[in-house]
């Protein structure tokens, strides 16, 4: 099941999912372009969203309003759901309306191979330049030799005292994980890192727990900021 957590009142950009993207708001445009791939349910934490989520006919719950993270409200969806332990879940950010269905389709068969063996969770990550590394809406991911997460930032890494001779790594805000998995996450106490950093995926990089990547090549845009709507409307072209 995908499950898009939909947060009201953003940090960054205030209430920035009812902002129009192909003539609907921003989290209906998101669970309309996955929907082909899985079963799609919106986790909102405001009656007036769900009400849109219902008149488009997305299956919704409501959920508190005063979680840390993204990945906690979908644990208590999944709670809200009676979902099974060994479920499958892919959590999608409500402000991904661009990504393309086929690259969700690959990362829910590559999720539920590698989760299957040696993984915690998984997620994903597109080649960047190093100039759009320096911009720190755009979070980097650094990996080991067998696609493992070693490290998520903010900063740009890693840092350049030589010439880097690969591509720079953007991590796209999708994951997937077991129910039982997402229950074990939202036990752990938020580390510091976590706090530092303003990213949810560290906590389980502080507790030893292993995240595997797998490389896209996508167009798709984050909208974390109202710069990156504007940028999103002209690219695309609506």
Do not use: W
């Not at 989760?115 to 997620?123: C, E, G, N, P």
């Not at 840092?159 to 880097?164: C, G, I, K, S, T």
């Not at 090549?217 to 002209?234: H, N």
């Amino acid at each position: 099941m995908i499950i898009i957590p939909a947060r009201l009142k953003s940090t960054r950009f205030a209430e920035k999912i009812l902002c129009e993207i192909k003539g609907v708001p921003m989290f209906i445009a998101t669970a309309k372009q996955v929907s082909s791939v899985d079963e799609v349910c919106i986790a909102v934490d405001d009656e007036r969203v769900l009400k849109i989520a219902k008149d488009f006919n997305f299956k919704a719950v409501l959920t508190r309003t005063n979680h840390e993270s993204g990945t906690d409200r979908i644990n208590e969806a999944c709670e809200i759901l009676k979902l099974k332990d060994d479920e499958l879940v892919i959590n999608v950010q409500a402000d991904e309306p661009f990504i393309e269905s086929e690259n969700l389709a690959k990362f829910r068969d590559f999720s539920k191979d590698c989760l299957d063996k040696d993984a915690f969770m998984a997620s994903c990550y597109k080649k960047i330049t190093s100039k759009a590394a320096q911009d720190p809406n755009l979070v980097k991911v650094v990996c080991d030799n067998k696609g493992f997460a070693l490290y998520f930032s903010r900063a740009k890494i890693p840092y350049e005292r030589e010439e880097y001779a690969e591509n720079f790594k953007g991590h796209l805000g999708i994951y997937a994980y077991s129910v039982k998995a997402l229950r074990e996450f939202c036990k752990l106490k938020n580390s510091n890192l976590e706090k530092a950093e303003k990213l949810e995926q560290l906590r389980a990089i502080e507790n030893g727990k292993k995240i595997k990547m797998l490389e896209i090549s996508t167009q798709s845009i984050g909208i974390d900021t109202k710069e990156d709507y504007e940028k999103a409307l002209k690219i695309f072209s609506f």
